[in-house]
């Protein structure tokens, strides 16, 4: 325990040294943070502009998509700035300079995670959350306890599942020489995904997303019932309150992953 | 100071290298980086650790600093496994790898002692008796406000060994920690390093190509070659085992065909010069006296054998073993 908090401790401290190096150039800083608030708008005005043509995509409205695309960016956008760090692990693969990470007395993820903190990916977390409060005023959800603690669950387990994919991916990149875009399909790529309503996608893809790569936990099913909708997959109702469940088999996952993967960097070096 | 801080046994290290054959086929080989290690190290030794690219000098030390793990052997320092106990034995101990730098590349150097200080738990008065040592014998004070990738390799590796030594490490191992810099960094950088031992009876283990490191820190040298330790002890010792010869240069009187002289040979000869070679471990004072009865003679010297090629010697007459085991 104490240790895991001395690992904390580290990565706040190198998160803060990061923002403050940033922050030493802040023409650079505020240009690269509305170019990202910009470009992870573009998906947002793609929307819109599909909803001038229609009333409803997979039988949602706009304010419901708009909740969809809300809560996929957020959580991505948290987990991306927490931990979006590790997929230039590659990179240090290559160079070897993993090896200067492993003789530290501290756990190398607490490290890697760290490395090079890029604050300017605030700019999707701002930007998904304006767009989440707009959708939530606009749905006028009839809210209630329970509603409230499923939509908690569902920005903290959306962050872990996306945290875990970032984690279990980037482990790749000990055996493999480049992950990095196999990472990026799951995390950004399935972020894309879950702003648009299960509905529209074949019902193999949103199966694979629900027993597969658990994406659908992150949004769609806790959604249902937020949003008062059937279940296109028709599965059991208990599925929609098993985000954090499905959260914390992904920690677990990633956690064996990453494990795996330094464990094989030691018995076969760089 | 006798006691055993570092203990391999045996240890052997091998690679699976996986390479195209042909189109369809790939051949899988076994590479032994180290083949058989066997040495101890007591605490407050200084050792060189030296052998040709590819030797298994590299290799040695990440197993050692627990981030390779032995394909066999057992490996022990301060009587815990470095794999095993990796995190624990990583803040006693103090590592620099020449050729990759520990700081961090954008910030300035402060910062990363300041990360240190963190990651190691280094108390406040241990950190600023520390940082004050490194900065006034490595010279750093005007460097600590200068992001690291602005400074020179000599600088940056200053820089790096002060960060490896400010959690006071008992063991410290230094990965080719001069090459590249310019002679007066690597004066320095020897300078300092034989101060820290001296003051602090840090365990030092040194790597390197350049034996003139060796010849100014280290009472004791490890030769390796072919993942084999082909020998261990003293500089001194270096010589007699690679047969290492000294020579006699003589300025006859007059042109004269080769000197005959029991116990040295003519290597050379140059109008009325002659270059004659004895075996190192033998005085020189007989043969002068012995040449002199015989020839007239205008002058003489005595070069000292370079250890250059002694090593060289080491390495061509160290049996190669198997090396690969071809199989499909």
């Known amino acids: ?270 | 100071m006798n006691e055993t801080l570092i203990e391999v046994e045996g240890v052997t290290k091998s690679f699976v290298v996986r390479r195209r054959a042909g189109r369809f086929r790939r051949t899988r080989e076994e590479v032994h980086a180290v083949a058989g290690l066997d040495f101890t190290v007591r605490r407050g030794e200084m050792v060189g650790y030296i052998g040709p690219n590819g030797a298994g000098k590299s290799t040695t030390v990440k197993m050692l600093t627990g981030i390779l793990l032995p394909s066999t052997g057992r490996l022990r320092v301060a009587g815990a496994d470095p794999v095993r106990d990796r995190v624990r034995l990583a803040q006693r101990m103090g590592v620099v790898f020449g050729q990759r730098t520990t700081l961090w590349w954008d910030l300035p150097l402060r910062d990363s002692y300041e990360l240190a200080r963190r990651i190691y738990r280094i108390p406040d008065a241990t950190y600023t008796r520390n940082l004050d040592r490194c900065v006034e014998l490595l010279e750093l004070a005007p460097l600590l406000d200068v992001p690291v990738r602005q400074l020179s390799l000599g600088q940056r590796m200053r820089g790096d060994i002060a960060a490896a030594l400010l959690h006071e490490p008992e063991v410290l191992y230094l990965d080719e920690p001069t090459i590249g810099l310019d002679v007066v960094s690597k004066r320095r950088v020897r300078e300092f390093l034989a101060r820290v031992n001296a003051d602090l009876g840090t365990t030092v283990l040194l790597t390197t190509h350049d034996l003139t490191d060796i010849e100014q820190l280290c009472s004791r040298v490890m030769v390796i070659d072919h993942g084999r330790v082909v020998y261990d002890g003293g500089l001194d010792g270096l010589h007699e085992q690679g047969r290492s010869e000294r020579t006699l240069v003589v300025e006859l009187e007059r042109e004269l065909p080769p000197v005959e002289l029991p116990g040295a040979r003519v290597v050379r000869c140059e109008g009325t010069r002659q270059w004659l070679a004895f075996p190192a471990s033998a005085s020189a004072a007989p043969l002068v006296a012995e040449l002199a009865a015989r020839y007239e003679l205008r002058d003489l010297s005595v070069r000292e054998p370079e250890i250059e090629d002694v090593i060289a010697r080491m390495y061509e007459e160290a049996e190669r073993p198997v090396a690969a085991v071809p199989s499909h």
């Not at chain 1, 028709?234 to 064996?256: E, I, K, M, N, Y």
């Open chain 1, 1 to 270: 325990m104490a240790e895991a908090l001395h690992a904390l401790r580290c990565y706040g401290h190198i998160v803060r040294m990061w923002i403050r190096a940033a922050l030493a150039y802040p023409a650079s800083f505020w240009m690269t943070m509305l170019g990202n608030l910009g470009a992870s708008g573009m998906d947002f005005v793609i929307i819109i502009v599909m909803f001038l043509h229609t009333h409803a995509l997979g039988g949602w409205s706009l304010p419901q998509v708009a909740f969809l695309y809300g809560t996929s960016g957020l959580t991505l956008g948290l987990a991306d700035l927490f931990v979006g760090s590790l997929d230039q692990l590659g990179v240090r693969v290559r160079e070897g300079s993993v090896d200067t990470i492993l003789v530290r007395p501290v756990p190398a993820l607490a490290q890697l995670a760290g490395d090079r903190f890029a604050l300017r990916r605030i700019g999707r977390v701002a930007q998904s959350g304006a767009v989440l409060v707009w959708s939530l005023v606009q749905l006028d959800l009839a809210w209630t306890p329970l509603k409230a603690l499923v939509f908690v669950s569902l920005l903290l387990s959306g962050t872990l599942i996306f945290g875990s994919v970032f984690v279990g991916g980037s482990a790749f990149h000990f055996f493999m020489a480049d992950a990095a875009e196999v990472q990026n399909s799951f995390t950004y790529g399935g972020a894309t995904m879950l702003q648009y309503p299960p509905t529209i996608y074949a019902r193999d893809i949103v199966r694979g997303t629900v027993f597969g790569v658990p994406l659908a936990f992150v949004n769609w099913l806790p959604a249902l019932y937020l949003l008062g909708r059937n279940d296109p997959l028709g599965l059991p109702s208990w599925f929609r309150f098993a985000s954090p469940v499905a959260a914390l088999l992904c920690v677990a996952a990633a956690g064996l992953l990453w494990r795996t993967g330094v464990r094989s960097y030691r018995s076969t070096g760089s």
